[in-house]
């Protein structure tokens, strides 16, 4: 048998710490959190992906009472990019999520269906997304999404 150890580098910064391009980024994800159609899970999350050509893209959760109709934040904000600026590559996306009246305190992180929907443009791009997950007081950033997905369909 043959044990593997996969690791994580998380960066952890205030967002005082934060470059004025991520900065706007994140408010622009923060933003988003507020055209959240989410009246089931009352869990709005906003995304915001920065472009190689210095578009902004944002979008949010959008749930359905089928609950497998919806989609994620994550998912509108890249599908729309790529349908409107075909073949550019995607440099950062920033994810935050708000619930009762306030953002999270701690930093949320994609679902599995995401994660792997990410991964699809950072091979169609050829580089890494960097990955910025927003807190109330701190962001994660993620050198690209196999920080969060090391074992993807892919690999296989």
């Known amino acids: 048998m043959e044990n593997r150890i996969i690791t994580t580098k998380?960066?952890?910064y205030s967002?005082?710490?934060l470059s004025a391009e991520d900065k706007n980024l994140v408010e622009c994800a923060k933003n988003a959190t507020a055209t959240s159609y989410s009246p089931y899970s009352k869990f709005q999350v906003g995304a915001a992906l920065l472009l190689d050509n210095g578009e902004v893209i944002s979008g949010s959760n959008q749930e359905n009472a089928a609950f497998p109709s919806g989609t994620c934040a994550e998912r509108t904000t890249i599908f729309y990019a790529s349908a409107r600026y075909p073949g550019v590559?995607?440099?950062k996306l920033a994810i935050a999520a708000f619930t009762e009246g306030m953002f999270v305190e701690e930093p949320v992180s994609p679902c599995g269906a995401c994660r792997q929907a990410i991964l699809e443009y950072?091979?169609?791009g050829g580089e890494p997304i960097e990955i910025l997950l927003v807190?109330?007081?701190?962001v994660y950033k993620l050198a690209g999404i196999r920080s969060l997905l090391p074992l993807s369909f892919e690999d296989f």
């Open 89 to 91: 590559r995607f440099r």
């Open 10 to 12: 998380i960066g952890v």
């Open 122 to 124: 950072e091979k169609l």
């Open 135 to 138: 807190g109330r007081d701190k």
């Open 15 to 17: 967002h005082n710490e």
